[in-house]
């Protein structure tokens, strides 16, 4: 793995996409976003990140219907991806059971308010498996 | 006619099983019977004893035998000879009227049928006046009130509708009127005559003051007490007649029938309260879980904006310690305005409040969904209608009915691209028109007619199937009503119209 990870932060809302890009930056990672998972979709062969950063609600494509695609395509499907969610219980049982969160096959699952140390620690650790 | 000339079956069919015999026939001794269709004991409806042994054959049950029965020349006798007051059952016995076979089922159909109409209401009211308008019919009364016991010390109170005015009746629960005896003995009192001429002298009295507000004189009386489960008298119901005649025991049978159904809608509108009060616990746990996705969000940004600006103070980077100031700035705003929403809206702090503003209570409701729809994927819009204010209505209620309204779209939305628009229309003089509608799933005209069946939920896990059934309660209490549009696969329009206060 190149020291410069390009890492795609997919999440609809801005400041959040922000922070997240902010944290990164200084870390040596390159960092695009994309505000939903079909924007992110049309970008993955452009851009061709190395490790994708997804919210899971968004408008569009949401983020465990981008990742099931993700898995899907034999050119992306090794890259990992970290789902970040703040969703109440409330939610998943109607329109996310966990079900989807086992499909969606994602390589880690951080809840919100998800502390950016973390969020570093994990992404580091995924990139030198 | 005197009864010397009519026959019973053992002396028409010169049957073998007659008095003399020495095995008598079970409708030669049947005294439950006597006296019906003129006969001696159940001489003249034989036909509904059970295992007469006609022909020299046991018979069985009425709907074993019915055919033979019906063929047989003395059936065909009796009910030529009794014209108009042939009794097909002993049931009908007495009962005031001509009662002829098709009134006889009839009326066992309608006590099917308030039953269940009573399992479609939840208005014990409606169901009460359902109840006495029934045994008004089935008594021959010309009166029938409902009355339930209340307040400390438990007083009885009825009401009735006299020309189209509701008249309210309070009685004490002591031996100074019928009613009142009824509930205080738990016991039935039926009073035959009341001109005098038979009067006993243990009888209960039987209070007039009651008839002078009126303005009739009551002739016969009955009152039998409603009891709950658990056997405690929880009010009276009543049936008066001015004619002549009096109420028979088939009347105190059928009351009895009617006092248990009172009984029935009483508990089930207890039990309602309840599980309402339950639905609304449940909404405030639907809220709170809203607003903990809320706040977790805004932590969220808090958290990484106070990461950053910390970092960025290490580093001496201004330009990152500005950025995210003004997130920082932007999150803590958004979670001042998050509280103002909750203290302002919660329900309970507008408790039987009016409001006089429908665009700001919409408008409220719906920033309040904001966040939530943001979360869902869901695009909710709204329009408020002009002339819709100022209006009067009660704002505890219409929240409510708001909230389980956008709640149910959005359950219904798609997993992307939902939409949910909410809009108000001033729609007459006095009406007002709110309307919630989603591009979500849609319903079948089947699942349209379960829609306000209690306790149907189609939310597996979240839904207590209570929400669209409380809707329909607040709107009926507005005098208004619901109109929906749905197709399956396309969405659905809920238009709620009510009436201001």
Not at chain 1, 12 to 36: F, R, W
Not at chain 2, 398 to 421: H, K, M, Q, W
Request: some cysteine; proline content about 3%.
């Amino acid at each position: 793995m190149p020291s410069k990870a390009k890492i795609m932060v997919v999440e609809d809302n801005i400041d959040e996409s922000k922070l997240i890009k902010m944290a990164l930056e200084p870390e040596g990672y390159e960092v695009v976003t994309a505000m939903n998972g079909k924007e992110a979709k049309e970008k993955m062969d452009s851009e061709k990140p190395n490790f994708i950063v997804l919210d899971v609600m968004m408008p569009e494509m949401d983020g465990f219907h981008f990742c099931s695609w993700v898995r899907s395509q034999p050119e992306y499907q090794k890259i990992p991806v970290v789902l970040l969610t703040g969703v109440a219980e409330h939610i998943y049982d109607t329109k996310y059971p966990l079900k989807g969160v086992m499909e969606a096959d994602a390589d880690e699952y951080l809840e919100k308010p998800v502390k950016p140390e973390v969020l570093l620690k994990t992404i580091s650790k995924l990139i030198k498996k | 006619m005197s009864t010397s000339v009519k026959k019973n079956c053992w002396q028409q069919l010169q049957c073998n099983h007659g008095p003399k015999s020495e095995n008598p026939c079970p409708a030669v001794v049947d005294e439950t019977s006597n006296g019906v269709n003129g006969g001696k004991n159940a001489g003249r409806i034989c036909w509904s004893i059970p295992n007469t042994p006609c022909f020299d054959e046991i018979m069985g049950r009425f709907d074993e035998k019915r055919e033979i029965c019906f063929a047989c020349d003395f059936f065909q006798l009796v009910k030529r000879e009794e014209g108009e007051d042939f009794h097909l059952f002993k049931l009908a016995q007495g009962v005031k009227g001509s009662h002829k076979l098709h009134d006889t089922i009839s009326q066992m159909e309608h006590l099917f049928s308030i039953h269940e109409r009573l399992h479609s209401h939840f208005d014990l009211n409606t169901t009460i006046r359902e109840i006495t308008t029934a045994a008004r019919r089935i008594t021959g009364a010309q009166r029938s009130i409902v009355f339930l016991l209340k307040g400390d010390p438990p007083r009885l109170y009825g009401e009735f509708r006299l020309r189209g005015k509701v008249h309210r009746v309070s009685i004490g629960v002591d031996n100074n009127s019928a009613v009142g005896y009824a509930a205080a003995n738990n016991e039935v009192v039926n009073l035959r005559d009341l001109s005098g001429e038979f009067m006993s002298v243990n009888q209960p009295v039987f209070n007039r003051s009651f008839d002078k507000q009126i303005n009739c004189e009551t002739h016969s009386f009955l009152a039998v007490p409603v009891q709950s489960s658990g056997e405690m008298v929880i009010g009276v119901i009543t049936a008066a007649n001015a004619k002549k005649g009096y109420f028979t025991a088939d009347d105190e049978w059928f009351m009895r029938t009617y006092a248990t159904e009172v009984a029935l809608a009483v508990e089930k509108q207890k039990f309602l309260h309840q599980s309402f009060s339950a639905l609304r616990l449940a909404s405030i746990g639907e809220t709170v879980a809203g607003l903990a996705h809320c706040i977790k969000n805004i932590a969220h940004a808090l958290r990484g904006s106070s990461y950053i600006i910390k970092r960025a103070i290490e580093a001496n980077n201004v330009r990152d310690i500005r950025a995210a100031w003004e997130i920082l700035d932007r999150h803590i705003e958004s979670l001042a305005s998050l509280s103002l929403d909750v203290l302002t809206y919660d329900p309970a702090a507008h408790k039987g409040e009016k409001g006089t503003s429908l665009n700001d209570l919409v408008s409220h409701v719906v920033h309040l969904f904001q966040e939530e729809a943001r979360a869902r994927a869901i695009s909710l819009s709204m329009e408020l209608g002009d002339k819709v204010d100022p209006c009067s209505f009660n704002a505890r209620n219409i929240y409510r009915c708001l909230v389980n309204l956008i709640t149910n779209a959005f359950d219904a939305c798609p997993l992307s691209e939902g939409l949910v628009a909410v809009s108000t229309k001033r729609t007459g003089a006095r009406e007002l028109m709110i309307r919630v509608s989603d591009n979500g799933r849609g319903m079948s005209d089947k699942g349209k007619a379960e829609l306000f069946e209690l306790f149907k939920t189609t939310k597996t896990g979240i839904g207590t199937g209570l929400g669209l059934p409380t809707v329909a309660d607040i709107v009926k209490e507005h005098n208004g009503r619901i109109e929906i549009d749905s197709k399956l696969g396309e969405g659905t329009s809920f238009r709620i119209y009510f009436q201001e206060l």
